[in-house]
Every structure is written in structure tokens, then in C-alpha cells.
Nanobody, 127 residues
Framework: QVQLVESGGGSVQAGGSLRLSCAAS??????LAWFRQAPGKEREGVAS???????SYTDSVEGRFTISKDNAKNTVYLQMNSLKPEDTAMYYC???????????????????????WGQGTQVTVSS
């Protein structure tokens, strides 16, 4: 059974760091991404990693967040530095054998629904 399990969320003060992990079972995924959704807001793409190693970030996290993957552990990470209160959200990872993210006007957009989603991990940043 395919599963994505996130971990690493928590509460930090502004300026702090967290590293989120998304452990995948059942398949080695080619395309990976992190999303977030804050209360009352739409889900937004945060970072993506394609099979060729190319990474993309939404403008609001560029230079602060880094997406990476450990193939041996079949785990994708999101290193988040210089966190801001506006980064507070539930963070989700998503995966699919086929690319599913695009880029438009400084934002990562979902161009097709990925097959697999994690259950989410909460990140809270206090000022």
C-alpha cells in the first residue's frame, strides 16, 4: 500500500528553523512537492522536486526553504529557515510518478492531481 507520512512539524518563534520529512513507502516517486494550507486560505504549492533534480519554489519562500530527497531512505525533506508567522499552516507532501507542478507569476501551481498525499504536519510560527 502506498503511503506518505509527514513529520517534523511543531511550534517555533519567528526566525527559527524546522525540517519536515515525508517518508514514502511502496514506490520510489519521481515528482515530489510540498504544499501548505493555512486556516481560511487556499492550499498553495511551496516547493517541488522533479526527477531530474530540478527544484522550484514559490516566491514567498525562495531563499528560505530547501526541498531535497534521500533516495536511500525514500524520504523527501523541506528545510525551512528564517520562519515567519505567515508560514504558519498545515504542510502536506505529495508524490506521483508523473510531474504535476507548474509555475506561473511567481507561484507554484498544481497542473494535475498527484496520486498520493500525506496526512499533513502542523507548523506554527509565533512572533
Amino acid at each position: 500500500q502506498v503511503q506518505l507520512v509527514e513529520s517534523g512539524g511543531g511550534s517555533v518563534q519567528a526566525g527559527g528553523s524546522l525540517r519536515l520529512s515525508c517518508a514514502a513507502s511502496g514506490y520510489i516517486y519521481s515528482s515530489l512537492a510540498w504544499f501548505r494550507q493555512a486556516p481560511g486560505k487556499e492550499r498553495e504549492g511551496v516547493a517541488s522536486l522533479d526527477s531530474d533534480g530540478a527544484t522550484s519554489y514559490t516566491d514567498s519562500v525562495e531563499g528560505r526553504f530547501t526541498i531535497s530527497k534521500d533516495n536511500a531512505k525514500n524520504t523527501v525533506y523541506l528545510q525551512m529557515n528564517s520562519l515567519k508567522p505567515e508560514d504558519t499552516a498545515m504542510y502536506y507532501c505529495a508524490a506521483d510518478p508523473v510531474p504535476f507542478m507548474g509555475w506561473a507569476h511567481g507561484e507554484l501551481i498544481l497542473v494535475r492531481a498527484p496520486n498520493y498525499w500525506g496526512q499533513g504536519t502542523q507548523v506554527t510560527v509565533s512572533s
